[in-house]
């Protein structure tokens, strides 16, 4: 395991409660060197961001893209990065660990969903199977569980998804879109580190409330990058290049 990798797993491990590790998701290089220098441990970049940063729609960005894109944010900080790789781009597993490592990224989110519904369970967890054993310590896989954005409310469905994927040798998991009250049956159910969606917005629940509901660790999908794109839209309306 190399030291990035293993400084990330780290980070997941033996949290104290109300103290989950929190990833800011840069979109390019030099959201990156920012949230880096402000003193973040990792960061962990989300899809949608990116692929906004390429001109991209949520979901459309070539694999080749995404990939030379995740690099370049990789090589521009000192600290670990984790990529969003949605469901993989249909590589085959070995081919998708070796495109993560070229990259320099020590972590990745893998989805259970593709064109919004759910992928069978058993298939995915088989494919997740490989990616793990493959990725041998070197890559922190976070199993995504979409039920909740698929439209399936009940948080059971979530946690046998996410059973199945922590003993296929998943890292973490992320049931993306869970409602913040049904976050301490989740914690209950599932073991091992637990993601969960924060917001940057004012009247979410902090880093801190989620945790202290038992998440391990807050990401915050594009959450920055559609924040800065509003600031930027707010300034120009205020005729910030006009004065």
């Known amino acids: 395991m190399n030291k990035q990798a293993e400084a990330f797993r780290t980070l997941h491990l033996s949290r104290p409660p109300g103290d989950p590790l929190v990833l800011p998701g840069p979109w390019d290089a030099a959201s990156a060197r920012v949230l880096a220098d402000a003193g973040f441990p990792a960061l962990a970049t989300p899809s949608a961001g990116v692929a906004a940063s390429l001109g991209y729609e949520d979901g459309q960005t070539p694999a080749d893209e995404m990939f030379a894109a995740v690099a370049r944010i990789a090589r521009a900080v ?5 990529a969003d790789v949605e469901g993989g781009y249909g590589l085959a597993p070995k081919e998708l660990v ?86 301490p049956l989740l914690r209950a159910g599932i073991e091992g580190p637990l993601n969960m969606h924060g917001t940057v917005d004012d009247g ?34 205020a005729g910030l290049l006009m004065r």
């Open 78 to 82: 000192d600290v670990p990065v984790s």
């Open 98 to 183: 070796e495109r993560l490592g070229e990259a320099g990224v020590v972590g990745c989110n893998l989805e259970d969903s593709e064109g919004g519904a759910l992928k069978d369970p058993r298939r995915h967890a088989d494919w997740l199977g490989e990616v793990c054993e493959l990725a041998a310590g070197q890559i922190f896989v976070n199993a995504r569980v979409d039920t909740f954005v698929c439209g399936v409310a009940d948080p059971e469905a979530a946690v046998e998804r996410a059973a199945a994927y922590v003993a296929a040798g998943a890292d973490c998991v992320y049931p993306i879109g869970a409602p913040v009250g049904v976050l």
């Open 204 to 237: 979410g629940p902090s880093p801190a409330e989620l945790g202290a509901r038992g998440a391990t660790r807050v990401t915050f999908g594009p959450g920055l990058q559609l924040r800065t794109a509003q600031a930027l839209r707010d300034d120009l309306a």
